[in-house]
T-cell receptor, first 114, second 112 residues
Framework: EAGVVQSPRYKIIEKKQPVAFWCNPI?????LYWYLQNLGQGPELLIR????????DSQLPKDRFSAERLKGVDSTLKIQPAELGDSAVYLC????????????FGPGTRLLVL | DAKTTQPPSMDCAEGRAANLPCNHS???????VYWYRQIHSQGPQYIIH???NNETNEMASLIITEDRKSSTLILPHATLRDTAVYYC?????????????FGTGTRLKVLA
């Protein structure tokens, strides 16, 4: 069974540029999560989707971050414009939902903002 | 804020049992304890979870104290490939949704 797929794996951009990350969850998983992981820290939830609906986006900095999950499958996380402090690993995870809440993580996208 | 406290690092000899402690003294009655590990440059990998009873699977055992204020993850025969950061997580429920609250984890180094 394929795991959570993320792309790109690495991204280097200059500050003020836009950037987008893509995630394909495990087939059949209704719940999708985006996390931010700073160096030496545990992941922090940015947004959680149940199918197409964002049910928890309280930690998403909405002035520059946006996310979408069209058709309830793939998801895209965007930053515009990027700042130096956005350099981090962006992780996507998915779970079956409906009480089966074990999350399975992708490999992450490592972003470096110069 | 993290609901768990873990030692920042531990060493374990290859072939020996690795016992990783976690304190979660403010855990609520319906909150699960999950363990994940993260090997360098990879995403976190699920290990095991539990509510009240001790649990065992092919990777590890989870021992939860009777008062649920602490738990221990046991890797019975540690190998070099078990070197990773281990996260003890409380799954928090609220407003009809679930959330993992990660701490900073324990960096386990398995020594040859």
């Amino acid at each position: 069974e394929a795991g959570v797929v993320q792309s790109p794996r690495y991204k280097i951009i200059e500050k003020k540029q836009p950037v987008a990350f893509w995630c394909n969850p495990i087939s059949g998983h209704n719940t999708l999560y985006w996390y931010l992981q700073n160096l030496g820290q545990g992941p922090e939830l940015l947004i959680r989707y149940e199918n197409e609906e964002a049910v928890d986006d309280s930690q998403l900095p909405k002035d520059r971050f946006s996310a979408e999950r069209l058709k309830g499958v793939d998801s895209t996380l965007k930053i515009q414009p990027a700042e130096l402090g956005d350099s981090a690993v962006y992780l996507c995870a998915s779970s079956q939902g409906w009480g089966q809440e074990t999350q399975y993580f992708g490999p992450g996208t490592r972003l470096l903002v110069l | 804020d993290a609901k768990t406290t873990q030692p920042p690092s531990m060493d374990c000899a290859e072939g020996r049992a690795a016992n990783l402690p976690c304190n979660h003294s403010t855990i609520s009655g319906n909150e699960y304890v999950y363990w994940y590990r993260q090997i360098h440059s990879q995403g976190p990998q699920y290990i095991i979870h539990g509510l009240k009873n001790n649990e065992t699977n092919e990777m590890a055992s989870l021992i939860i104290t009777e008062d649920r204020k602490s738990s221990t993850l046991i890797l019975p025969h540690a190998t070099l490939r078990d070197t990773a950061v281990y996260y003890c997580i409380v799954r928090v429920e609220g407003s009809g949704t679930y959330k993992y609250i990660f701490g900073t984890g324990t960096r386990l180094k398995v020594l040859a």
